[in-house]
């Protein structure tokens, strides 16, 4: 996962567009000891500048553990653009080149979802694929695959409703299975692509067994590793596998 280290010098330069008091507001629900600072005020004559207090801020920061550094620049840049948000765009487009990207105004590592990608999805599974990566981001690994299965589950239930399919399904993979072969027709279109009728059944009848044992994957890591209180023994690997399987079921179930 990225480090926040470089994308500072990022949000520092958003940061310092924003109000002096907002600044101290920003540093301080980010989670730094505003006493240190107390004695920078913005005054109409020998006040401290912005640019004083933001040497101070970084002060602060140099002593913060890197976890808890990376947490500061994380919440900096989402105070930053509830106050702000049409700085959202240089933002997002300069973050990326740190390897981050902003998902529902949270800041996510790109290696995890490229927000662009889900610009089509529809809202509620999108708002739980960026809870699902920003619980991965803060190290609850517990509730990111909680969150990745609560996106397919929101998109199941849209696809149930669409398509008119009847009571709930009796397990996570057979609501999936069931959302899936309402949604999916492979043989036709790849068939009108030229491929000759054999190869496209096999083929579209082996992506959907490769969908099914996702699910499977998916419904077993929820039950034995999707623990919001993080009481159960996790191997995070696995847990980037399970919000990597949540895009794609999510992409195929709403993205028609």
């Not at 020998?46 to 919440?75: M, N």
Request: hydrophobic share 45%; aromatic share 6%.
């Amino acid at each position: 996962m990225p480090t926040t280290a470089a994308a500072w010098g990022t949000v520092r330069a958003s940061l310092v567009q924003v109000s002096f008091a907002d600044i101290k507001t920003i540093a301080g629900l980010a989670g730094l000891d505003l006493i240190p600072l107390a004695h920078l005020q913005q005054k109409p004559e020998k006040g401290a500048t912005k640019e004083q207090l933001l040497s101070a801020v970084e002060g602060q920061l140099g002593h913060l553990e890197p976890d808890a550094r990376q947490r500061f620049v994380i919440l900096v840049a989402e105070e930053v653009l509830k106050r702000r948000p049409d700085l959202r765009e240089a933002l997002e487009e300069q973050l990326a080149r740190h390897g981050w990207g902003l998902l529902e105004n949270h800041l996510i590592p790109l290696q995890v979802f490229d927000p662009a990608d889900l610009a089509s999805v529809p809202d509620l599974p999108r708002a739980d694929l960026a809870r699902a990566a920003q619980r991965f981001r803060d190290g609850d690994l517990g509730g990111a695959i909680a969150a990745a299965c609560g996106a397919v589950d929101s998109a199941v239930a849209a696809v149930y409703a669409d398509y008119r399919l009847g009571e709930p399904a009796r397990s996570f993979q057979e609501g999936c299975n069931r959302a899936l072969a309402a949604v999916m027709e492979l043989e036709t279109p790849l068939r009108e692509l030229g491929w000759d009728t054999e190869t496209a059944a096999k083929f579209a009848g082996n992506f959907r067994g490769a969908l099914s044992q996702g699910a499977f994957v998916m419904q077993t890591l929820r039950s034995k590793m999707g623990d919001v209180h993080g009481s159960k023994p996790i191997l995070k690997p696995l847990v980037f596998d399970v919000l990597k399987w949540a895009e794609l079921f999510v992409r195929t179930l709403t993205v028609r």
